[in-house]
């Protein structure tokens, strides 16, 4: 088992920037994948980021410009520094981990809503 808990999220103005920070806890050392998706009212959840415990990152469409995932793998930590935000930007960001044994979970969700 592994517990997920977000923070960082909130309202910031267009152009602003956040920091998300997700800590992984429970069966840590089981843990290869971190990263985060966004689901936006009405729409699917979509990925913005993943990286893996080597430090191999994926990001989603149209976010690398704007979006950088790291990891401190000491700390179980995967953060998400998001900068010029926009308003389509805004949407709950989800922690995800995924396991060596392809397991998968989900943080609780963090809003994160840029105002124009």
């Known amino acids: 088992q592994v517990q997920l808990v977000e923070s960082g999220g909130g309202l910031v103005q267009a152009g602003g920037s956040l920091k998300l920070s997700c800590v992984a806890s429970?069966?840590?050392?089981?843990?290869?994948?971190m990263g985060w998706y966004r689901q936006a009212p009405g729409k699917q959840r979509e990925l913005v980021a993943t990286i893996t415990r080597g430090g191999s990152t994926v990001y989603g469409d149209s976010m690398t410009d704007r979006f950088t995932i790291s990891r401190d793998n000491a700390k179980n930590t995967v953060f998400l520094q998001m900068n010029s935000l926009k308003p389509e930007d805004t949407a709950v960001y989800y922690c995800?981990?995924?396991?060596?044994?392809?397991?998968?979970?989900w943080g609780q969700g963090t809003q994160v809503t840029a105002s124009s």
């Open positions: 995800y981990v995924r396991l060596v044994t392809y397991k998968e979970y």
């Open positions: 429970g069966s840590i050392f089981t843990i290869n994948v």
